[in-house]
């Protein structure tokens, strides 16, 4: 995880390749990622669109290379601070929205 500073918003961080992302059943199962947390204890977590933040049986661990292999438009995703959610409308979109969580 890439670490820099940001004014206002304290450190901020950038998901890289070989970063362990808990995605939801639904993205495992190949749903595109349509929001992203950064937990306020700097686990990254993937979800589509449609479902609620956790569902019975857990989320699995992943590296981020894999969701990046399946779906390149993750690259944009910026970098966020802790207990931020960032969020896209379209699944090939690159335009995320930055919301404190």
Known sequence: M???SHK????VYTLSPDEPV???KRVR?????????LDE??????????EPRWWK?????????????????MAALPALPLNHWATRED???TAWQV???
Do not use: K, N
Request: net charge negative; glycine share 14%.
């Open 41 to 50: 204890d700097g686990d990254w977590q993937a979800f589509s669109g449609t």
């Open 2 to 4: 890439t670490v820099e």
């Open 91 to 93: 699944a090939s979109s």
């Open 57 to 73: 049986g857990g989320p699995r661990l992943v590296h981020a290379a894999h969701l990046l292999e399946s779906d390149p438009s």
């Open 99 to 101: 919301f404190r969580g």
């Open 8 to 11: 206002d918003c304290g450190p």
């Open 22 to 24: 808990f995605v939801s």
């Open 29 to 37: 199962r190949g749903q595109p990622v349509m929001s992203v947390h």
